[in-house]
């Protein structure tokens, strides 16, 4: 079955270090992929998306790209802010017959210091 | 402001009690879902409904009940049959159901067991 599978975290930064998340993906077919974040005791919201091979998601300086060949969607951020300390969920959605679920990675949860 | 609530933030289950968490929104979405998120884990899927009067099974559906009588409402009841209810209850919707729009999520229910 498709599933999702991200780096592990906690991941502690300094902030206006780089930033990369690794996330790759099994899955049939040509899903579309996310990156959300959770902010702590919030809901989730959408951070960037990619629905086709080689498209580029970009979103408050966070950037993903589709790579079909290695199955991966990792998230980079050239400058990391205190205020990006939350929690990344990657995430692959299903087609229509299954009724347009996301399938979650485990989160990876970034702090930044200053 | 359109969007999607939760109600309440938190709520408390005595045990042999069921309880129902509310989950409304006013985007005109078609999709909606409820996931369950447990401390350090990623989001799993209860329950899903692509339009009213129909509704799914997730992955994990055991001691969960739904209902989708109007659009904009998915209410989740906890049941008795739930042994380990004690999560992070998020709601989600979106426009279509081919897994390529973005979900919308809720701010979250926190049910805790007295």
């Known amino acids: 079955g498709n599933s999702v599978t991200q780096m592990e975290g906690p991941v502690t930064l300094s902030e206006e270090a780089f930033l990369t998340i690794n996330c790759t993906y099994t899955?049939?077919?040509?899903?579309?992929l996310f990156w959300y974040v959770q902010y702590p005791g919030e809901g989730l919201q959408l951070l960037l998306k990619a629905t086709k091979a080689d498209d580029k998601g970009s979103n408050k300086g966070f950037e993903a790209t589709y790579r079909k060949e290695t199955t991966s969607f990792h998230l980079e951020k050239g400058s990391v802010q205190v205020s990006d300390s939350a929690v990344y969920f990657c995430?692959?959605?299903?087609?229509?017959?299954?009724?347009?679920?996301?399938?979650f990675g485990q989160g990876t949860e970034l702090s930044v210091k200053p | 402001d359109g969007g999607i609530t939760q109600s309440p933030k938190y709520l408390f289950r005595k045990e042999g009690q069921n309880v129902t968490l509310s989950c409304e929104q006013n985007l005109n979405h078609d999709a909606m879902y409820w996931y369950r998120q447990d401390p350090g884990q990623g989001l799993r899927l209860i329950y899903y409904s692509q339009i009213v009067n129909d509704f799914q099974k997730g992955d994990i559906a055991e001691g969960y009940s739904v209902s989708r009588e109007k659009k904009e409402s998915f209410p989740l009841t906890v049941t008795s049959a739930q042994k380990n209810p004690t999560a992070f209850y998020l709601c989600a919707s979106s426009f279509g159901r081919q897994g390529r729009e973005t979900q919308y999520f809720g701010p979250g229910t926190r049910l805790l067991v007295l």
């Open positions: 899955a049939t077919g040509y899903p579309s």
């Open positions: 995430a692959l959605g299903q087609g229509y017959n299954q009724g347009g679920k996301l399938i």
